[in-house]
């Protein structure tokens, strides 16, 4: 005989669900790993009681019950964390339905706040630089990582505002270890061409596995718009990313130090219409594993921009 229940109240209100264990990206489910479901029983009977799949995860049991009334089951989780985030799943018994939330942080071994990511983007994660100098009246913002998310060839982007109401996305792809930006090919923060197109592309920006030295570079981007001297140009440009440094000494940076850092050089290039690739500007972006970009320095001393990091970032 099949089990029948409700994971609904008396007023049609779904019961608690508690979601037990830690998940972490790359780490498979175990044991420790478990849902406990308020299910009301109306008749005994084997019973089977599941949620769908996402990040990578689902969860499902089943069993005989033999009495009716209140019951407090078990079920168990399987599958392994894809991306860190907080997923919203959906967990059904007998024509019933109730949500749920799984937050999933960066992987085990850890390496700081968000486990081995060198650019966690988990959400409500969120960091604090600085100006220096300011430019205009902007010194320090704040940059927090919001809830929603999109799907882009296969790479789901997340969104970080910033204090002054911008918005960047960035994505990593785990299997491979690359972040990506979904933006035009300016630095996280700072801006260098006076206008730009009304689309970004998309283009990795940091590679935790290349080697020292390594460079890649985007496509081209344009027409953008170089204010020089009072001399205005159009044209394309393009970003040129070489790795500089990996995990060598400690970076110590807004009263913190962290172990493991990348530098990466970015090297924005212009070309103007009829003309060949000139370098425009250059700086260095300093990514420390578990807590992202912590200092980023651009342009030559004495027209050098840093926007820094002044506390340690909290990762969620």
Same mark, same amino acid.
């Given at each position: ?9 008396? %007023? ?6 508690? =979601? ?43 069993g ?8 407090? /089951? ?19 018994f ?6 749920f ?5 960066g992987?085990?071994g ?61 994505a990593?792809?785990s ?30 920006? %940091?590679?935790e ?17 170089? =204010? ?18 990996k995990?060598t000494?400690?970076y ?11 530098? =990466?050089?970015?090297?924005?290039q212009?070309?103007?219409t ?14 420390a ?10 342009? /030559? /001393?004495?027209?050098? %921009?840093?926007?820094?990091?002044t506390?340690q970032?909290?990762?969620?």
């Amino acid at each position: 005989m099949t089990a029948l229940g409700t994971l609904l109240d008396s %007023l049609g209100n779904c019961k608690q669900i508690s =979601v037990n264990g830690a998940y972490k990206v790359d780490v498979p489910l175990t044991t420790s790993n478990y849902l406990q479901a308020n299910v009301n029983f109306i008749r005994t009977g084997k019973y089977k009681i599941n949620s769908d799949t996402v990040n990578g995860m689902w969860f499902q049991d089943s069993g005989f019950v033999l009495n009716t009334g209140a019951v407090k /089951v078990s079920v168990k989780g399987y599958g392994k964390p894809l991306l860190p985030k907080t997923s919203v799943f959906t967990l059904r018994f007998n024509g019933t339905s109730c949500s749920f939330t799984v937050t999933t942080t960066g992987s085990g071994g850890g390496g700081g706040g968000g486990g081995d990511d060198y650019f966690p983007t988990t959400t409500a994660s969120n960091w604090t630089y600085k100006y220096e100098p300011k430019i205009g009246s902007l010194d320090t913002f704040r940059v927090t990582v919001a809830e929603e998310t999109f799907t882009i060839d296969s790479l789901e982007y997340f969104q970080f505002a910033r204090s002054t109401e911008d918005t960047f996305y960035f994505a990593k792809n785990s299997s491979i270890g690359n972040y990506y930006a979904l933006s035009t090919i300016d630095f996280d923060y700072a801006f260098i061409f006076d206008s730009v197109p009304s689309y970004f592309i998309t283009y990795p920006f %940091l590679k935790e596995r290349a080697a020292v030295n390594e460079s890649w570079e985007t496509q081209e981007y344009g027409i953008v718009k170089l =204010v020089t001297g009072g001399v205005a140009e159009l044209g394309v440009s393009k970003a040129i990313f070489t790795i500089l440094s990996k995990n060598t000494v400690p970076y110590t940076i807004g009263g913190n130090t962290y172990q493991n850092v990348i530098a =990466v050089k970015r090297e924005i290039q212009f070309k103007p219409t009829g003309g060949t690739f000139r370098t425009v500007t250059s700086g260095i972006s300093y990514y420390a594993k578990g807590y992202g970009l912590i200092d980023q320095v651009i342009g /030559v /001393v004495p027209n050098s %921009l840093s926007i820094p990091i002044t506390r340690q970032p909290k990762i969620y």
